[in-house]
């Protein structure tokens, strides 16, 4: 199964923080300091000839700093993510990204990913072609 935009760039924080926790859902009784929270934000989707779209999948990345010293922490991770966290290996690069610290300390990062995408067709091709040749002498 192909993996998901938000758990590809789940594996992208996790390269850049092995030892904190990402999340994808809410958790009762709040997140862990430190942690991210990956949310798409929305879709958009724009019709193109030949059944090809652009699509731009907005998301967020909320940081849970650490409880001791949170703005130092911010700023920290704000310009990792700022250097390193710039696209999707092999599948799209960040666009429009915007980072602020909120008034509830954590930091949020917004971006876009834009991709071009056409219909899959599963319809058989040539399955069932037969060819009855050779080449002919010139003589």
Same mark, same amino acid.
């Given at each position: /199964?192909? @993996?998901?935009? #938000? ?25 862990? @300091? ?10 958009? #989707?724009? &019709? ?21 010293? &949170?703005?130092?922490? /911010?700023?920290? #991770? ?50 069932? /072609? ?10």
């Amino acid at each position: /199964m192909k @993996e998901s935009i #938000v758990e590809l760039i789940g594996n992208e924080l996790a390269e850049l923080y092995p030892n904190i926790q990402i999340n994808r859902e809410n958790r009762k009784g709040g997140f862990e @300091e430190p942690s991210f929270f990956v949310q798409k934000v929305d879709t958009g #989707v724009k &019709p193109e000839l030949f059944d090809i779209q652009n699509r731009k999948y907005a998301y967020q990345i909320v940081y849970f700093p650490k409880i001791d010293r &949170p703005n130092e922490d /911010m700023e920290s #991770v704000e310009e990792v993510l700022a250097d390193n966290f710039t696209d999707l290996k092999d599948y799209a690069t960040f666009r429009n990204r915007n980072f602020k610290q909120s008034d509830d300390n954590t930091l949020q990062m917004t971006f876009e990913v834009w991709i071009r995408a056409h219909k899959v067709d599963n319809t058989p091709k040539q399955e069932n /072609m037969k060819f009855k040749g050779g080449i002919a002498n010139g003589n």
